[in-house]
């Protein structure tokens, strides 16, 4: 056991997305030999980001702005529409140079042993952009697990009264993957190898 001002900050690591108890222990002695203006740096970094960042009011994509700056940028297609879960994969899609249109985000999967439904994500405002924006195609780039094939198909079902092209990101991807741990490869031939999601779903 350490004093309790270091077990707090071990503690706190240990809370983060895959950091363990043993990640924890190693950065926060890390921490501690670094010199005071380095510690202060990351601190108030952090808390300017807390600060400043918002979420895009039109694709809840994380920006600074009313409008993400794919939102804002004139020369995106605006017929085409990629559905992600979170704001990482759209910066992992991006580095393809693979996709030129705009960008819903979610803001997870549907989990019900998580107790995640499509109520807690951003589904009526996708529904609601369709029209308004005259999308002509969906395309849906959901992780590769079951989670995302269940959001997959709930989506595409919705979407298809609608009267607009539904696809999905091709396999290649390894099932049970994330988008964020792709290489640009891989998620660019995704991309161009998308196909209907009826197609694939409609016997499910």
Known sequence: MYIDTVEEVIDALGRLPGIGPKSAQRITFHLMRLPVEDIERLTSAISLMKEKIRFCDSCFNISEQELCPICKDSQRDNGMLCVVEEPKDIIALEKTAEFKGRYHVLGGSISPI??????????????????????????????????????????????????????????????????????ELTLGRALLGRHPVNEEYKNV
């Open 114 to 183: 998580d107790g995640i439904g499509p109520e807690q994500l951003k589904v009526t405002e996708l529904l609601r952009r369709i029209e308004p924006e005259r999308i002509e195609e969906v395309i849906i780039a959901m992780n590769p697990n079951i989670e995302g094939e269940a959001t997959a198909i709930y989506i595409a079902r919705l979407l298809e009264p609608l009267g607009v092209k539904v696809t999905k990101i091709a396999s290649g991807l390894p099932v049970g993957g994330d988008l964020e741990y792709a290489d």
